[in-house]
């Protein structure tokens, strides 16, 4: 006689049984599904860019006040650039004076300062050669530029630009004969437009070869706007020895003066040898060295307090 209980107790484990396989079988096949549908499927590239779009023109209070911080401070960096370019090589020299001829600037005695410049160049060796003596001497000078040395030798000006010293027009071809209107514009606007072109200097100097005023260069210079720039201190060092034209810039020497030298045109070791000299002379003298339109600055302040003295 069959066990009835025994039966019974086999037939529990097999019900048993199956319903663990039935549950096994059933969290294999939803698993997966659950799990994938829990997972975010990644964004396409369009909803990518909306999304950009909309932080951008909605960005939350933090990132938009960091955002506005740097707009400000990049604004203000490019702002300072163009500001310093601009006063450095173009409004530095100040409108008064213009469309005006000066050999000198008007200073307080006192005040003892006095503007080293530099004609016919850019040349090789010895434009290098001074710009190291200026480096070595935190010395910021004046370069008178020929159109077609600068044409020869653009590398020699952007090193003149580089370091900061100012620059003025000495006409393309440095000759001495009298000049019609057009020549004139030729001679000088083809100058100005290289020095900008090579350096990004807009001069507004200009100074005629041979300190000639009378062949028509500054007549055109003076109609356009430009500066004519002479000198009160002529070293003559294109004549003169080292010594002879250290001595002929100290006797010249006073406050608001101009200086003449050359670093181009032919050759000028003289000039390198004595200039050295010549800047520990005139600083033991209590002279200080700038350029030329910090020169015409220092006149143009000068002026303004003189006015309201009077007043």
Not at 72 to 82: D, G, K, L, P, T
Not at 146 to 169: M, S, T, W
Not at 206 to 227: E, H, S
Request: glycine share 6%; hydrophobic share 40%.
């Amino acid at each position: 006689m069959i066990n009835i209980k025994r039966l019974w107790r086999r037939r529990k484990k097999l019900i048993v049984a199956f319903i663990a396989a039935a549950g096994s079988f059933l969290v294999g096949v939803t698993m997966p599904v659950n799990l994938r549908a829990d997972r975010p499927e990644p964004p396409s590239p369009a909803k990518v860019v909306a999304v950009s779009q909309l932080q951008i023109q909605n960005p939350s209070p933090k990132v938009g006040k960091v955002k506005q911080a740097i707009d400000r401070r990049v604004a203000f960096s490019q702002q300072a650039i163009e500001q310093l370019q601009e006063n450095r090589f173009d409004s530095a020299l100040p409108s008064l004076f213009r469309g005006t001829t000066l050999r000198q600037a008007r200073l307080d005695s006192q005040q003892k300062a006095i503007a080293l410049t530099f004609d016919d160049g850019p040349w090789p060796r010895t434009t290098e050669q001074i710009l190291d003596i200026l480096k070595k001497n935190n010395i910021k000078a004046t370069f008178f530029w020929v159109g077609r040395y600068l044409q020869a030798f653009p590398e020699l000006g952007k090193k003149v630009a580089a370091a900061d010293h100012a620059i003025g027009n000495h006409t393309w071809n440095h000759q001495y004969h009298q000049y019609n209107y057009r020549g004139a514009a030729r001679e000088i606007d083809r100058t100005t437009s290289l020095i900008q072109e090579v350096t990004g200097v807009k001069t507004s100097m200009f100074r005629p070869p041979g300190g000639i005023l009378t062949n028509g260069l500054v007549n055109y210079a003076q109609k356009n706007n430009y500066a004519t720039i002479m000198w009160s201190a002529d070293s003559l060092d294109w004549r003169s020895s080292t010594q002879s034209l250290m001595e002929n810039v100290m006797r010249q020497a006073n406050s608001g003066g101009i200086v003449l030298m050359h670093d181009g045109g032919g050759d000028r070791s003289r000039t390198v040898q004595a200039l050295p000299k010549i800047i520990s002379r005139l600083r033991k003298e209590g002279y200080r060295f700038v350029t030329v339109p910090e020169l015409l600055q220092m006149e143009e302040r000068h002026l303004k307090q003189q006015e309201t003295a009077q007043r």
